[in-house]
């Protein structure tokens, strides 16, 4: 009997009812009320915060959000940048059963304003220079006012339903369009399978990320996974970039570093020195980690990358970890406790293993959104049968390790052949001059689509010898035909590589 690609332990423990998230997050305040729980750092100091102060800042602010009128069920949309309101704001809410809304600090006030019919919010809360619409359907906070809120009357942790609403991010996903991610107060007690499945991470672990709080990643593994097991988050406060990184990782010895791919290769490109004694390993998240970078990192540091593929809609599930590594070109298994399947992208049943396909989470798992607001049948279309659709190309191997093939749009046709763009740039990101690289087809004639390489690099390379590296490492069918050099890649806010922005901008012209 073929096997086929379905990766399934049994199911991780129930998430207990009743249930709050904030609570869950906190509940080691009562154990370790003195212990750091977040410290803001810069080469010039930092501003550290314990477990015991954490707490009676969000209730304090929770009970001064119910002092204001708000009501259960309340959405507030933030619009906040990295400061310690962030996460006290968020976890204040949702004490209280209101629905916090993080957003981008980056975003622009038309943008804001895009977002506000959908969302209705009875609250929106401003940062100092964070672009807010000049005129909104709801009282708008300063952000300055709620360092007033920490002492007032503290409010008690409403309990409920795990799977009631807990609060809403946004993602462009596939479509390009912003989408309102709910997400249940359970969604919380999923990430338990990434401590494990994916951090290694233990209560005297110091975790230095060194993203924006409104990302889910940072969000999450940044600050709340942290909390929740006892041990310090690190967060670069302002002044912190790619220079002084490596000085805060050693300065307030980070046990753990976190970051996008992005953050990995703007580091390794400062030639700073990386050998930090007390870092264990770093964790990459939000695209694919180059083989490349990850070599280089583990060269320059000597700890190894761990790197874990997930969506807003479902955070993170597939993931190498310090006890399981992953096998060679591949990014990980499933984490311990997910059921997961590749899809035939037609009949949505599982293919034979080893066979490419759609990487599919089962409904079952306690970390899936609970749809898109106000968009029903967007959220309807991703599901089919127990499965939510992710929209990756991936294979399994018969012990449930997953190689990814790249996002179901991105993919490239070559000849009737489909070829992952990630082969290629792994190939292209050897040359010692290229500093990253992006592959895409692109349309040449009107019935005629070739691979394009884009590389960024200091100078035009001589083509022939790119040609000709590529042919020692890569099939025929899956070459470049054309190499163009470009000053940077196209990203996402997410930072990842937009692939059709390529498409779109060199098409005919090659």
């Not at 984490?335 to 992208?345: F, S, T, Y």
């Amino acid at each position: 009997m073929t096997a086929l690609s379905v990766f399934d332990q049994g199911p991780p423990p129930p998430c207990p009812a009743p249930f709050n998230m904030a609570r869950y997050v906190l509940a080691r305040a009562g154990e370790l009320p003195d212990k750091v729980a977040l410290a803001v750092v810069t080469p010039r100091g930092a501003e550290r915060w314990s477990y015991g102060r954490l707490e009676r800042a969000v209730l304090g602010t929770a009970g001064a959000l119910v002092g204001m009128g708000l009501k259960p069920g309340d959405r507030i949309l933030m619009r906040l940048g990295n400061t310690v309101e962030f996460p006290i704001l968020f976890l204040a809410a949702l004490a209280v059963d209101m629905v916090p809304v993080p957003t981008s600090s980056q975003l622009t006030a038309p943008e804001v304003a895009g977002l506000l019919p959908g969302l209705g919010p009875a609250l929106v809360v401003q940062g100092a220079g964070v672009a807010v619409p000049e005129e909104t359907p709801c009282p708008v906070l300063p952000a300055a006012a709620l360092a007033g809120m920490h002492d007032h009357a503290p409010a008690d942790y409403v309990m409920g339903a795990p799977d009631r609403l807990g609060y809403i991010i946004y993602t462009s996903g596939t479509s390009g369009v912003a989408r309102a991610v709910m997400h249940a107060h359970r969604a919380i007690w999923a990430r338990r399978m990434m401590w494990t499945g994916w951090y290694g991470l233990g209560e005297a672990d110091r975790l230095l990320h060194a993203g924006a709080f409104n990302w889910t990643y940072t969000l999450g593994t940044g600050l709340m996974d942290p909390w929740s097991i006892g041990a310090t988050a690190l967060i670069p406060g302002p002044g912190a970039d790619r220079h002084t990184l490596p000085l805060l990782i050693r300065r307030y010895g980070a046990t753990i570093f976190a970051a996008a791919p992005g953050v990995f290769r703007q580091v390794l490109a400062t030639e700073a020195d990386l050998h930090v004694p007390g870092l264990r390993h770093a964790l990459s998240a939000g695209e694919k980690l180059p083989p490349a970078t990850a070599r280089a990192w583990r060269d320059r540091s000597g700890t190894p990358v761990y790197e874990a593929l997930g969506m807003s809609e479902c955070s993170t599930f597939v993931s190498g970890s310090p006890a399981d590594p992953p096998a060679p070109g591949t990014a990980g298994r499933p984490q311990p406790g997910r059921r997961i399947a590749v899809l035939d992208e037609t009949t949505h049943a599982p293919v034979p293993i080893g066979q490419p396909g759609i990487l599919a989470v089962s409904r079952r798992d306690p970390g899936l959104m609970l749809g898109y607001r106000g968009a029903e049948a967007e959220a309807a279309a991703r599901f089919a049968g127990e499965w939510f659709l992710t929209g990756d190309t991936v294979s399994m191997a018969g012990d449930g390790s997953i190689t990814y093939l790249g996002r179901g749009d991105d993919m490239m046709n070559a000849g009737g052949y489909r070829v992952s763009p990630l082969e290629v740039e792994d190939v292209l990101t050897r040359h010692p001059d290229i500093r990253e690289a992006a592959a895409a087809t692109l349309a040449v004639k009107a019935d005629t689509e070739v691979i394009a390489a884009f590389y960024v690099a200091d100078a035009g390379l001589d083509e022939a010898a790119l040609a000709e590296g590529c042919a020692a490492r890569l099939a025929r069918y899956k070459r470049p035909r054309v190499f163009i050099r470009v000053t940077a890649l196209p990203r996402g806010a997410n930072g990842k590589i937009r692939r059709k922005d390529l498409r779109d901008t060199h098409g005919r012209r090659a």
